[in-house]
């Protein structure tokens, strides 16, 4: 173990409860509860605009269904289809305000789209529907676009569907999690403070003195203490209900819960392009992503949001079985690198009966400002529509006559420290070194490193443990660099960790493997509930 591994994982945890003691006090103007990407974009918007923010996360930043998606920036395509071009122009506008502020963390894609089976007349529909969603684009999409036919011979290995349609969009990169993170840490100071592993236990609004009075317990070193702010933005996700009833706040809506899994795949090299396939109704993509490619996703309503971060066997046979249709060679469960799961939140008047409910909720956002106290909960919304979803608490704020008071405003702070990088066996480019991401970016545990810090859970075999367990004196380094001068806890962590790969992947994979030899009947049980 070097020395300076040491100080800098001693250094992060001093940080931490010097922050913890320094702000007790302050009154904060926002505390934003949930670290997900519409948490990240609040929290984004209201420090440029001088707000005094807190940010708490129960778990890690983005370690719920921001770490799930398909890391698409799109514009509202799939609105086009019943013309409402009113939210297209808005989620347009988002995506390409993002490709403007954020050049670094997205990329350009021209995509694939495979309709069903259809008839002349309603391609022709479909192409005057794709030609005028590019003029929603920034200015260079709109000249490639006019310059390239929007209907392309697939030149890859994907070959048993129609004929494509092409359009351009964004996709986030390296990956949706640290996307998030670097909206939240570019602005952190002691007026404005995230904190992950935080949970709100509790609290009471103070009439008398206009302010939240919230009882928080920092699970890293067990400190409970009350923290103040002047208003609360509840952007929970999946626990989005819980937590207004556990404060009594009433709203007109509330989350139907949607399970969403996909599948990590190794990319064939052929794999270049991003393709979308509808059939039957279902919308799947099949996205190459560095090293592999990811498939889906499912479609589950669940009740409880426990169901949802796990895939199910399945889950797995209904995605096999969906990807063979569109593949000129075999896929098996032996293909498969990792799962991604997570769970969607859509948005349900609450006059909605359980029997009432469909697949065909709204996927629009929502926003509840509580007429008693000030009180704003966030429904519904994705990658994209979080940003406007950001400015419409902006608005709220103002009109709650909630005014920022910092001394001054906070522009994006970049790390002087030159970023440290190491290599990880089974990959070919380097990723940040786990000494860096636990002095500078709050990662405290193997998954944060594994999952969200980096890519290696997502692009090596078995959340990076590989297919029998060859890289686990690799994963015992990683948790001694991030467990300095502790190796009990570095061990703990590394058990934790391995067991929950072999409770869910590896468990799952054996229930799996008589489908591949055919003695399975496929259904599509995946996507219904």
């Not at 995506?95 to 997205?106: A, C, E, Q, S, V």
């Not at 009433?250 to 393709?275: C, F, M, N």
């Not at 199910?312 to 469960?333: A, M």
């Amino acid at each position: 173990m070097h020395r300076d591994s040491l100080i800098s994982g001693t250094t992060a945890h001093l940080q931490r409860k010097h922050t913890w003691d320094a702000v007790r006090d302050t009154v904060f103007d926002v505390a934003i509860i949930g670290g997900g990407i519409k948490g990240a974009h609040i929290n984004h918007q209201l420090c440029e605009a001088g707000y005094r923010t807190v940010l708490i996360e129960k778990g890690d930043f983005s370690s719920g269904s921001s770490q799930a998606s398909c890391m698409m920036i799109w514009g509202g395509l799939l609105y086009l289809a019943n013309w409402d071009i009113a939210t297209v122009w808005k989620l347009s506008s988002a995506r390409n305000f993002l490709l403007r502020t954020m050049p670094k963390w997205n990329n350009k894609q021209t995509f694939r789209y495979y309709p069903q089976h259809i008839n002349r007349l309603k391609r022709l529909l479909f192409q005057a529907v794709f030609r005028c969603y590019g003029l929603f684009g920034p200015n260079q999409w709109n000249r490639a676009a006019s310059t390239r036919p929007l209907t392309q011979p697939d030149s890859s290995f994907i070959d048993r569907s129609p004929l494509p349609l092409t359009f351009d969009e964004a996709m986030v990169w390296p990956s949706d999690a640290r996307f998030v993170l670097q909206l939240i840490l570019r602005h952190q100071s002691l007026d404005h403070v995230p904190l992950n592993y935080c949970e709100v236990e509790g609290g009471q609004f103070d009439h008398r003195h206009r302010v939240w009075d919230l009882q928080l317990h920092d699970k890293l070193h067990h400190i409970r203490a009350k923290w103040k702010a002047r208003c609360v933005i509840n952007v929970a996700g999946a626990a989005t209900d819980s937590l207004n009833h556990l404060f009594d706040i009433e709203s007109p809506y509330r989350h139907i819960l949607s399970k969403g899994v996909s599948l990590v795949l190794a990319r064939d090299p052929r794999h270049q392009t991003p393709a979308i396939y509808d059939s039957e109704g279902t919308v799947m993509s099949y996205l190459p992503w560095g090293p592999v490619s990811i498939w889906g996703p499912t479609e589950t309503l669940i009740k409880d949001p426990a169901q949802g971060w796990l895939a199910r066997s399945d889950d797995i046979q209904f995605l096999l079985g969906e990807l063979r249709r569109h593949l000129p060679y075999p896929v098996n469960s032996h293909d498969i690198v990792n799962t991604r799961c997570g769970v969607r939140t859509l948005v349900s008047d609450t006059a909605i009966s359980p029997n009432q409910l469909s697949h065909q909720l709204s996927r629009r956002a929502r926003i509840h400002v509580d007429g008693a106290r000030p009180w704003i909960t966030l429904y519904g919304g994705n990658f994209t529509s979080a940003v406007l979803m950001a400015i419409q608490v902006r608005h709220a704020l103002r009109k709650r006559s909630i005014w920022p008071s910092a001394s001054r405003l906070s522009l994006p702070q970049q790390n002087t420290a030159a970023p440290e990088s190491v290599y990880f066996p089974g990959l070919t480019e380097p990723v940040y070194s786990p000494r860096w991401c636990a002095t500078y970016e709050m990662c405290w545990t193997l998954d944060d490193y594994l999952r969200r810090r980096t890519n290696i859970g997502q692009w090596v075999p078995r959340g990076g443990l590989g297919r029998g367990d060859e890289y686990m004196s690799d994963i015992e380094r990683i948790a001694a660099a991030l467990h300095p001068n502790n190796p009990a806890q570095a061990m703990d962590d590394v058990d934790t960790y391995r067991a929950h790969i072999l409770s869910g992947f590896d468990h799952m994979f054996l229930i799996d493997r008589e489908y591949d030899k055919g003695t399975f009947n496929m259904s599509s049980s995946a996507t219904k509930s």
